[in-house]
DNA sequence: TTGAAAGCGCTAACAT
DNA sequence: ATGTTAGCGCTTTCAA
């Protein structure tokens, strides 16, 4: 093995060396390493180009050759302030200035500079985005894109950091956030859990898939895995089955908590009795440090001589295992054991055969109304308090 | 069917209506919405609040609270310039000066304004991401984690934004860019692709896990796929397989392409002949539309009289479904069939039963990489340019 | 409808 | 080692 491994590092030593070129033998791109000119040439600035010679002779090199309201004003010859009322809307220009104006920003290549408005408006434009792990855990990057594109209508940025669970990574990035002037900050989390504030955040914030322990009545907006877990149970019940195993997550965890209780409450709202030994954890492990174990414990409860006929599950990778578990034992899925997700995650829910029926986690839905509500709060409105709940609808396939 | 959506809708609309007091039983957090006065408690601005008595009338109620450079000047008793010179760690400060300063900056809550530096400097200290759909795609979500943790040692914040694909999107991006005076770009892909610009970029950029169509010399860093494909089938070969079957990505894909490449250079390195009926297609459909047929073709491939004994695979979830193909004709991964898969995507290669030998992409490597030259030519380093391949490292685990 | 003046917070370029 | 002056690009305020 070890003789294995050093062999392919040699190997791939070899490879790395000259694969560059046969890489480009394939795809026709040159490997040259560019000279300084020619990079020059491509990162040169292309605005101020035309920089024509109606102003006098001040107006000549600028640094960053950057055009500024200045030179769109002597171009046109009005006043900055003209310029600055067409770039931004504002009322009480002519329409003939207007369209002057308006082609001299064109012709000149001007882009206003938000970091000069920032200076006069302490308003930067710009909302931050705090993940502990959000922006790189598979499941949850909806949460982003429903931020991105709720943020982008308001012609707001994203500029997003990530704890990666570090807490003085935290503090560095509260202290960035200020320093740009962040108008708004959403703090996501990777799973639905409380979070607990070092200090209370000085920006107005909304909490993302989580909730805050300390302050009550911070925004925040979260799934609704009560009602999931319910609907996960239903299912299984409106299927005609009995005999109900529940393979979950940690249990500790918020979401188990809810999931468990709802579980629990539908089984009683049908008259349906909960098998304590068919209820079993399919991670082991302390919070953020769990082991999947839900193959084997799957195998466990299924071949035991009074079996669950549906195995409910905490997630999708749980209801995988569970399905490998059910093959290795011969079992047909869903004949012989029907077998019920959550959290939707498609790269594995749609693709596993067959695919899961699985209760989905509004994770995108979760990010539009979480930047809903911080832009909400920015523009002053002030009764966007607590905590809300977004439905977890159930999304049938073949499994169960 | 029908009626059966229909009711999971009523009991869902009920739930949600009621869940969110049940929610908070469990959870001790009251869902009260905030009134106007904690809200407002919530997000004041704590800097400014020491502000105390030593400056004239003049420094009183600034707008945003914001405690600004000259503040602390009054405070001490220097020149603005003096603080400046301490909050950005330049020489000829004398050590009691600057140790007054560093005390009254911690009182005052001094944090400094990036927007205001960058009038001056004409330096954001801010890097763009933009990517096509790498940021809300599992298997690259690595590249933004290796990008923000090379990014950030710079002290560099990183400003991300997606394209979704949509053109007009990437426009309105590069624009915000600007208006932000991003000092450079990143410019992602999800899969090892070919770009082309609308307009060459105005500000410098490095691309990551793409190359420019038209610009050759345009620094970008991408995986070595045809490394990484030589070494999957080496890695069949060594294990003694000479009926070797490859069940690839959409073919028109450059990642396909050079690992096809490499697929056939390796066989024919072992004289070992490639059976064309042995190598098909995973996906069905155009670049961007791709459909996984791969369990079809799997089975298909397998059910034949003479059979490969292993499946190379055009990434793990190709995999997934070769090993559903194999689990549901009765054959044992690996003792039967040997399955290889590519790109090491964890959520899939590491908790499927058995876990897959699998080809990594260096993805965490590419973003480190490719903001390091970022980096380095925002520093004024010239000779940065070309493509840079990094190896894609072989993971043994069970199946094959 | 338009413009002039002032100044936001900061730093470059000089004094001292 | 420290301060002064000026001005970055923009908007606010007020006057015309």
Redesign the pocket.
């Known amino acids: 093995m070890a003789i294995l491994c050093g062999l392919l590092t040699i190997v791939r030593a070899r490879w790395l060396a000259t694969s560059i070129s046969r890489q480009l033998s394939t795809s026709s791109i040159l490997f040259v390493d560019v000279d300084n000119l020619s990079l020059n040439r491509l990162y040169v600035v292309q605005s101020g180009r035309v920089r024509s010679g109606s102003d006098p002779a001040e107006t000549a090199e600028?640094?960053?050759d950057?055009?500024?309201?200045?030179?769109?004003?002597a171009h046109v010859?009005?006043?900055?302030?003209?310029?600055?009322?067409v770039?931004?809307n504002?009322?009480?220009?002519?329409a003939?200035?207007?369209a002057l104006v308006e082609a001299a920003i064109a012709t000149l290549g001007?882009?206003?500079?938000?970091?000069?408005?920032?200076?006069?408006?302490?308003r930067s434009g710009v909302i931050g985005l705090i993940s502990d792990v959000v922006s790189t855990t598979p499941n949850s990057v909806d949460i982003i894109r429903g931020i991105q594109d709720r943020v982008s209508t308001a012609k707001q940025s994203l500029l997003i950091a990530n704890t990666a669970g570090a807490p003085d990574a935290e503090q560095r990035i509260w202290r960035t956030f200020q320093e740009h002037r962040i108008d708004g900050v959403l703090f996501a989390t990777m799973y639905h859990r409380r979070v607990t504030f070092a200090s209370r955040p000085t920006i107005p914030t909304v909490l993302v898939n989580c909730t805050a322990a300390d302050e009550p009545g911070m925004p925040s907006v979260v799934p609704d895995d009560y009602e999931g877990g319910y609907v996960a149970a239903l299912r299984a019940l409106d299927q005609g089955h009995r005999k109900i195993g529940f393979v979950t997550l940690n249990p500790k965890i918020i979401a188990a908590e809810l999931r468990g209780k709802a579980f629990i409450d539908a089984m009683a709202s049908r008259g349906v009795e909960v098998r304590p030994e068919w209820v079993r954890a399919g991670y082991l492990g302390g919070i953020g440090e769990e082991q999947l174990c839900a193959y084997d414990v799957a195998r466990d409860m299924l071949q035991a001589a009074d079996r669950p006929t549906v195995l409910l599950t905490g997630n999708d990778q749980v209801a995988m295992q569970c399905l490998f578990a059910a093959h290795s034992l011969g079992m047909r899925v869903p004949d012989d054991l029907a077998i019920i997700g959550f959290d939707d995650f498609q790269m594995i829910s749609a693709q596993v055969i067959p695919p899961l029926t699985t209760v989905a986690l509004p994770y995108y839905d979760i990010g539009v109304r979480a930047a809903d509500r911080l832009l909400a709060i920015l523009a002053g409105d002030v009764s966007e308090g607590g905590v809300e709940c977004l439905p977890c609808p159930i999304v049938i396939r073949a499994s169960g």
């Open positions: 600028r640094k960053g950057m055009v500024s309201i200045r030179d769109v004003a010859g009005v006043s900055d302030k003209t310029v600055s009322r770039a931004n504002e009322p009480n220009v002519s003939r200035t207007k001007y882009v206003p500079n938000m970091g000069a408005r920032l200076v006069r408006t302490n």
